[in-house]
């Protein structure tokens, strides 16, 4: 009905005479429309795959610009020579909620990052970005990275696993103190008669003459903090840089040391955390982690002691508050006798 | 010597002629001298207690100058009927670091206050002041009292006894956020789906999806807060003072919405009690405290209800946080499995 109707239409129009003219049109009307509706055939069936894509890729995008820029975090994993944890970190971690981004950051000079790999084993739920980097400096996890598009980042080492309750209340409890850095990993420096500082964890003496522990440091390879700090950092002295290049230790301290000396308070809030591990023994690459290097300890020390000199004082400030969330594991907050 | 250097000018000044004159002044000089001597010696000898009293009072108030109004606080104690268990807890409290003065509420109408029971077993490390009560009131407690000169208040129910390392780290918490009620026991209210609100505790449904259980309120009898609520307290409006009036009750729960209405954020940090015990069990009064009635869950419910009635809105605020003493116990940050 609707074909002829459209050549009744082009005959009006065309005000051609008689019925001869009106059969060879409506053959070649009907083949013209045979032949888009193969053609439309043809490319519905070819379509889904790239409609569906982009399907996802307009839902993520929805998704992403109703996030403001404070519900939602970037994480940042440097890497080095484990792959194979960083691969398996990269499934846990990419599905945890309000994460907006992944960005890899590939210490692996000369071999190229698993881009291929990791797009042939999407979808995938955020962006992951794998950043190469043209030499193995420990502070390459602290560029302002272009890509970064959130005020807050989760740094982790590339071998630690943290749960995602973990990693959910410690995301709430920085954005209820954002100018500090939220952390699972707390560390001190104690001060002794000659002046000279040292590094240590809870074996160290505490400090002061009260009850308990403190921390003046939270390790960022386990934390939250405000990606400005980023900026911060690579605004220091050039000294501050030559010394985290010379020892390939200490960004983490640097770090603790800027933050101090900006808020003037203690630098890092300590969240206890429920369920976090540390998966270096897991790795097939038979590299162990930094920290197993002789001297990394007293290294630890060495840069306390020469970030004070290049600040000309110790801004590092400490602190006893331990966070825990209220009721997770059930009935935490009841007595055990 | 002397004696003759004064007899000589007495004759100097008195031109007195002759020996005679010169002996009988000489005797009675001597007699007044003994005399002003032995008197002496009387005092002396009376005068160590008063001086002593003195030197300790003027020691404690060089001590109390020198405390500003933000490192010390004033314990308020409202009592009925608990005088075994009150004398039992000052004896305690008395000696806790950082503690100005303590204010006990009397509210045993027509019972005198036992202050001379309490000088006689002095001294005592702070001044206490015993208040007396012209009604039995629930809010009695929250008076502005012209003895505090603190900007912390602690206030503590008379059968509730929390450890000195408790008190002393709430207190260090309290310094750190003191717009908020910084304390032990943590409670919540509950939205049903019919408007109206139910109070509760733990064992009540956590609001939210997410893990764990969350608080609205700390109740303030055993807590730290700012003074200052005391005067805002006394400022709202005649319903919220009857409806406490009434019920004897939910002062700590008004306390709660007016803060958190105050302040935009959740009314109090929950620190959690390393040992804090209820006496109540030990009293030999024959008197139970408020929460055994029948009646005081629900009017708890109530009070909520009739409260966002009064302010025409809900201003509680939940949180998760709960905060402990790092490393207090002892490695109390370790996990454990």
Chains 1, 2 share one sequence.
Request: proline fraction near 5%; include cysteine.
């Amino acid at each position: 009905m609707k074909t002829q109707g459209l050549v009744r239409m082009c005959c009006h129009i065309c005000k051609l005479p008689g019925r001869v003219m009106g059969i060879r049109v409506l053959r070649f009307s009907l083949v013209v429309i045979l032949v888009l509706l193969l053609v439309a055939g043809a490319l519905t069936a070819l379509l889904p795959s790239v409609k569906e894509d982009k399907m996802l890729m307009l839902r993520r995008e929805i998704k992403s610009q109703g996030k403001s820029t404070m519900d939602s975090f970037t994480l940042i994993m440097q890497t080095y020579n484990r792959t194979d944890l960083l691969l398996k970190l990269l499934n846990h971690y990419q599905a945890v909620p309000n994460l907006h981004k992944v960005i890899v950051v590939w210490n692996n000079i000369g071999e190229k990052a698993p881009d291929e790999l990791w797009n042939s084993l999407g979808p995938h739920p955020i962006p992951v970005i794998f950043k190469q980097q043209t030499a193995n400096r420990m502070r390459n996890r602290l560029q302002v990275f272009p890509e970064l598009e959130t005020n807050a980042v989760l740094m982790v080492d590339d071998d630690t696993l943290i749960s995602t309750p973990d990693l959910v209340f410690a995301f709430s409890v920085w954005q209820q103190f954002p100018d500090q850095i939220v952390g699972f990993v707390p560390r001190k420096h104690v001060s002794t008669l000659s002046g000279i500082y040292s590094y240590g964890s809870f074996e160290m003496q505490a400090p002061g003459s009260g009850n308990g522990d403190q921390y003046s440091m939270v390790l960022i390879g386990a934390s939250f903090f405000n990606s400005k700090y980023l900026e911060f950092f690579q605004r220091q002295p050039a000294a501050v840089h030559a010394l985290i290049d010379d020892t390939q230790n200490c960004d983490d301290i640097a770090m603790n040391f800027i933050i101090a000396k900006h808020i003037g308070k203690t630098s890092g809030i300590f969240v206890k955390p429920v369920n976090m591990d540390n998966l270096e023994k897991e790795t097939n690459s038979g590299y162990s982690g930094m920290w197993h290097r002789a001297e990394h300890a007293l290294q630890r020390s060495y840069c306390i002691n020469k970030l004070v000199n290049i600040y000309d004082s110790m801004p590092l400030k400490y602190s006893n508050i331990m966070i825990s969330q209220f009721g997770f594991p059930y009935a935490n907050y009841k007595r055990k006798i």
